[in-house]
């Protein structure tokens, strides 16, 4: 059984480039949250999805957005980068029946120049 | 407000037992966390503890809670150099499974 994955595993982009991460979740989970975690910091959440709606957000501005499609996969999108939005993004899934147990896949880690 | 605190850095001989502390703000947390992330890694559930527990066990670690002055603990015995790595204490108060993280405590375990 496979766990969380996300792709890209690295990624490079430029000042305001717009780019878009991947996670898939376990199996049998439906419930996908991303966090951002800085360079020497804790995991920030960004926000939650379920049932293809975001059901909750933390602080971060609009440019961050995201999708989560029927098969329970989801993307994070992030308009007109800044160089603060440099850090390792993680996605974590959630089973149905046991939503407060998050599982994280290993992280996009993105740099932006 | 919510906030996470831990100590940044602990060492310790292999063999030792490790104790890494945290404390957090919001009484109306119902879930803690401890994460175990390793370099380059994504983050590893270790074991959570409800909030109306005061104690759970899992083979080599030791939860433990004290709900009054909202600090919880977590005991690693005989310790080795496996366990070297970054280990975030998370909380949450919601339902939905937001979970607000410490800042993390690096363990480095010595031959």
């Known amino acids: 059984d496979a766990g969380v994955t996300q792709s890209p595993t690295h990624l490079i982009k430029t000042r305001g480039q717009q780019v878009t991460l991947r996670c898939s979740p376990k199996?049998?989970?439906?419930?996908v949250s991303w966090y951002q975690q800085a360079l020497g910091q804790g995991p920030q959440f960004i926000f939650q999805?379920?049932?293809?709606?975001?059901?909750q957000r933390g602080n971060f501005p609009d440019r961050f957005s995201g999708h989560q499609f029927p098969n329970y996969s989801s993307e994070l999108n992030v308009n007109a980068l800044l160089l603060g939005d440099s850090a390792l993004y993680l996605c974590?899934?959630?089973?149905?029946?046991?939503?407060?147990?998050?599982?994280f896949g290993p992280g996009t880690r993105l740099t932006v120049t | 407000g919510e906030d996470v605190e831990q100590s940044l850095f602990l060492s310790v001989r292999e063999g030792d037992s490790s104790v890494i502390n945290c404390t957090y703000t919001?009484?109306?947390?119902?879930?803690l966390y401890w994460y175990k992330q390793e370099p380059g890694a994504g983050l590893q559930l270790l074991t959570y503890?409800?909030?109306?527990?005061d104690m759970k066990q899992d083979q080599r670690l030791t939860v433990l809670l004290n709900k009054k002055d909202k600090h919880l603990s977590l005991r690693i015995a005989d310790t080795q150099t496996g366990d070297s790595a970054i280990y975030f204490c998370?909380?949450?108060?919601?339902?939905?499974?937001?979970?607000?993280f410490g800042q993390g405590t690096t363990l480095q375990v010595k031959p």
């Open positions: 974590a899934s959630s089973p149905w029946d046991r939503p407060l147990e998050q599982y």
């Open positions: 199996s049998g989970h439906d419930t």
């Open positions: 999805y379920y049932e293809e709606e975001e059901r």
């Open positions: 919001d009484s109306s947390s119902t879930y």
């Open positions: 503890i409800f909030s109306n527990m």
């Open positions: 998370a909380e949450s108060s919601s339902n939905t499974g937001k979970l607000i």
